[in-house]
T-cell receptor, first 110, second 114 residues
C-alpha cells in the first residue's frame, strides 16, 4: 500500500526565515511525486512534479528535491503570502492515482 | 480557460437525501478523478475515470456512484446521504503522458449532511 507522511504538521516562520518541509514515501513503482499548495477554502494548486531521485525543481522562493525515500520542499526567505498548506502526493501505476499526505500548514509572519 | 469547474460550491443535505455533484474540465484531459478531503485524513480518492466510457473505484467508493457523461464531464452521485459523507469534495483532471502527468483540481464542493 502506498504511503505518504509529511512533517512537520504545522510550521510557523518569520518573514525571511528559510526552512524545509519533508515528505517521506513508500510506493511500488513511483511514477511521480507531486507538490501542491492549498489556500483555505480552495482546491489544491499544482506546484511541481519530480520523477526521479536527484531531480530538483524551482519556482520563485520554492525548491523541491527528491531522493529514493523522501522529498523536500525548501522555502527560501519566505513572505507572508507563502502561508498555505503544502501537500505532497505520489502516483503509481498507469492510472496515476494520487496518494496524498496530510499536509504541512505553513504560517509566515512579519 | 476555466480549468476545472464544480457545482454546487456548498450544499446541505438531510440524511437519506440524494444529490449529484457536477464537474467539468475544458483542458481536453482524458482522465478525471473525485476526491474527498477530511481533517487529518488528507485527500482520498473516491472514483476515477481513466478515459471516456470507463470508471473505476478508488480508496473510498462506498456510498457513491459516478458517471463519465462525456470527455468534459464527470459527476459524483450520493444516493442516500449519511453524516459520514460530510466532507469537501474535489474533482481533478489529468493530462496524459510523462512529463505532463500532474492533476489539476477544481475549487471544491463543501457538503454537510445532517
Amino acid at each position: 500500500e502506498d504511503q505518504v507522511t509529511q512533517s512537520p504538521e504545522a510550521l510557523r516562520l518569520q518573514e525571511g526565515e528559510s526552512s524545509s518541509l519533508n515528505c517521506s514515501y513508500t510506493v511500488s513503482g513511483l511514477r511521480g511525486l507531486f507538490w501542491y499548495r492549498q489556500d483555505p477554502g480552495k482546491g489544491p494548486e499544482f506546484l511541481f512534479t519530480l520523477y526521479s531521485a536527484g531531480e530538483e525543481k524551482e519556482k520563485e522562493r520554492l525548491k523541491a528535491t527528491l531522493t529514493k525515500k523522501e522529498s523536500f520542499l525548501h522555502i527560501t526567505a519566505p513572505k507572508p503570502e507563502d502561508s498555505a498548506t503544502y501537500l505532497c502526493a505520489v502516483s503509481a501505476g498507469t492510472a496515476s492515482k494520487l496518494t496524498f499526505g496530510t499536509g504541512t500548514r505553513l504560517q509566515v509572519t512579519l | 480557460n476555466a480549468g476545472v469547474t464544480q457545482t454546487p460550491k456548498f450544499q446541505v443535505l438531510k440524511t437519506g437525501q440524494s444529490m449529484t455533484l457536477q464537474c467539468a474540465q475544458d483542458m481536453n484531459h482524458n482522465s478525471m478523478y473525485w476526491y474527498r478531503q477530511d481533517p487529518g485524513m488528507g485527500l482520498r480518492l473516491i472514483y476515477y475515470s481513466a478515459s471516456e466510457g470507463t470508471t473505476d473505484k478508488g480508496e473510498v467508493p462506498n456510498g457513491y456512484n459516478v458517471s463519465r457523461l462525456n470527455k468534459r464531464e464527470f459527476s459524483l452521485r450520493l444516493e442516500s446521504a449519511a453524516p459520514s459523507q460530510t466532507s469537501v469534495y474535489f474533482c481533478a483532471s489529468r493530462s496524459t503522458g510523462t512529463p505532463k502527468d500532474e492533476q489539476y483540481f477544481g475549487p471544491g464542493t463543501r457538503l454537510t449532511v445532517t
